[in-house]
């Protein structure tokens, strides 16, 4: 399904769009996450552009945030890449989404 602004689409369209489950609940047509290459994990739980040195974004950001404030960035984080997987990234944007929610399991504290 292609995205078209909501102002050209017809009622009908707009119904149907808003029955239509997200990409995520339809696990019958889900690849396995199992045959991911390191390369291809490193690419996304570890790129260089977010690494300063030994300080990766992520780290900054949650060590100038609360745990309540840390805990809304990585569930609306994770959200974007599951909802955006069919459209935008694949693969790539549904080992982002594991990355970040490993990333918060491991930062976990509610």
């Not at 599951?82 to 990234?89: D, F, T």
């Amino acid at each position: 399904m292609r995205y078209t602004p909501p102002d050209t689409r017809s009622n009908s369209d707009l119904r149907r769009d808003m029955e239509q489950k997200p990409s995520f609940w339809n696990t019958a047509d889900r690849k396995s996450l199992d045959d991911v290459t390191p390369e291809e994990w490193d690419e996304v739980s570890r790129p260089a552009r977010y690494t300063q040195g030994d300080i990766e974004s992520w780290d900054a950001m949650h060590s100038a945030m609360s745990q309540e404030e840390w805990n809304g960035m990585c569930k609306g984080t994770i959200m974007k890449y599951l909802w955006r997987e069919q459209h935008k990234g694949g693969k790539t944007d549904l080992l982002k989404a594991k990355a970040w929610l490993d990333k918060w399991i491991s930062t976990y504290d509610g």
